[in-house]
């Protein structure tokens, strides 16, 4: 059986605040508490800021969550129904892990 998992990417949405990192955001201690609520559910494998300049950062769904699980629960985040954030959910084929 194929190991799929479901990726969330975050972005910069439109009330992100130009020129601050990510956690200089409004509502970014809120999203983390969001997610936190996912991993100890069993249903977060791993998640974290990109360090880059472009913001924003991903989550990877534990195995067995459903996309539509996901998605609903990342469309819930408040740094997303705030504007600060925007999400995209992708499957992701694990290929290759140690």
């Known amino acids: 059986m194929k190991d799929v998992r479901f990726v969330v990417f975050h972005t910069p949405g439109p009330q992100w605040l130009a020129g601050k990192t990510l956690f200089d955001q409004p509502g970014v201690m809120e999203h983390v ?26 989550m990877i769904s534990a ?8 998605s609903a629960f990342a469309a819930e985040d408040p740094a997303v129904k705030s504007g600060v954030l925007l999400f995209e959910v992708r499957p992701w084929l694990i290929g290759m892990s140690a």
Do not use: Q, S, V, W
């Open 33 to 58: 508490g969001h997610y936190r609520k996912l991993l100890e559910a069993g249903k977060l494998a791993l998640g974290g800021p990109h360090l880059d300049a472009t913001g924003g950062g991903m």
């Open 63 to 70: 195995a067995g969550a459903t996309e539509a699980e996901i």
